[in-house]
């Protein structure tokens, strides 16, 4: 996995890179591979991210998102993991619906979780 984001032109396949990530044990991985994504594949984050939603800290992942102003790119992976019903998933959620006015998808949000 360190290789494939040291070297991504040579060594970086996606398919590949989703399949490693997975059987990774250190979690610290997860989050340079977030970043990698960011910085060089942010329209297959969400992709990413599901992936990894199994073992990753999902509040921790929040932070990181609101910390880098990048939440909206990573809407859906909030709506797929919002079924976990975790405060900080749900608040960042809620708020992305507040700022979009988004009244009825908030409506439904609060009603659900």
Do not use: C
């Not at 290789?3 to 032109?9: L, N, Y």
């Not at 609101?66 to 809407?75: D, F, M, S």
Request: proline residues 4%.
């Amino acid at each position: 996995v360190t290789a494939m984001m040291s070297h991504p032109t040579e060594a970086w396949r996606e398919s590949h890179f989703k399949d490693i990530i997975t059987k990774v044990a250190n979690i610290e991985l997860y989050y340079k591979a977030i970043q990698f994504y960011l910085d060089y594949k942010p329209m297959l984050l969400n992709d990413l991210l599901l992936v990894l939603a199994p073992r990753m800290d999902h509040t921790r992942a929040v932070n990181f998102f609101t910390k880098v102003n990048h939440l909206k790119l990573v809407k859906p992976y909030l709506r797929a993991v919002q079924s976990l019903n975790n405060k900080a998933i749900n608040e960042a959620l809620n708020s992305l619906l507040i700022e979009e006015e988004d009244y009825q998808g908030l409506r439904t949000s609060i009603d659900a979780f």
